[in-house]
């Protein structure tokens, strides 16, 4: 038997277009002090996200989006980068095709802020929302389920798809070493919803881009021999 091994099921797959608890009523107020509006302070908050694509309209189209780019990632890209950013974002899926993988939660986020503020200029940005049921088997399974990692969560998905998968296709090599450093981008954000059954079985709820875990689709329950960065022998 396997020293890792648990039983998987997917308890829910659904497309979202934004991720709880990013634009922030502290965060709108930053984006708003950033684009110099005036005021900030006095807006009550359940109006910032108004005011937020109100400011941002004060601009031409790609002009706003090089703001938010600005703000969001800041110098991480140069300016040549953003304005090349600006124009591609109305178009592509930019948080899934961009060719630095560290970047894509944050350009999914910017996305997100000029669709909400020119909603005929840019498509509604989307991601996966998955909530996995993950079930220890093995006594050593166990440290796994009480410390998730984005390492340990990306090997559970793969093993829910087919080889043809597009993970396996680009991190195969990753998938089957002892660190998967790829794997912190690959993951955006996850979170657990408790330990039940003596720490051998864990919920989590998982956000992070189509493209990763399209082949999931219609795949309700699978068997994993998944392990965290640093296990192999």
């Known amino acids: 038997m396997a020293k890792y091994k648990y039983t998987i099921q ?3 797959l659904k497309e979202i277009h934004e991720i709880p608890q990013v634009w922030t009523e ?4 930053k984006l708003l002090q950033f684009v110099e509006y005036d005021d900030v302070q006095e807006i009550p908050a359940n109006e910032l ?16 989006a090089v703001k938010v780019l600005e703000f969001r990632i800041g110098d991480r ?3 040549g980068q953003r304005q090349n950013l600006a124009i591609e974002l109305q178009d592509d899926k930019i948080w899934e095709e961009y060719s630095d993988l560290s970047l894509h ?6 996305s997100c802020m000029l669709y909400w503020a020119f909603p005929k200029n840019f498509k509604e940005p989307d991601i996966a929302r998955l909530k996995l049921s993950i079930k220890s088997l093995t006594p050593e399974s166990g440290k796994n389920i009480a410390n998730l990692t984005a ?3 990306t090997r559970v998905l793969n ?10 296709r680009l991190f195969d090599e990753s998938l089957e070493a002892n660190t998967f450093v790829e ?10 919803e408790g330990t039940q059954d003596n720490a051998k079985e864990q919920t989590v709820v998982i956000y992070t881009s189509w493209n990763w875990v399209e082949d999931l689709k219609g795949i309700s329950e699978w068997e994993s021999t998944a392990y965290a960065d640093g296990q192999l022998d």
């Open 151 to 153: 390492a340990f969560i």
């Open 183 to 192: 794997a912190e981008d690959i993951i955006w954000q996850f979170k657990t």
């Open 49 to 64: 996200k108004d005011m937020a694509c109100l400011a941002l309209t004060d601009f031409e189209v790609e002009e706003a």
């Open 105 to 110: 939660e944050e350009l999914f986020h910017v």
């Open 159 to 168: 093993d829910g798809m087919d080889k043809h998968n597009l993970l396996n």
């Open 10 to 12: 997917l308890l829910e």
């Open 77 to 79: 890209l140069n300016k």
């Open 26 to 29: 502290d965060e709108l107020r």
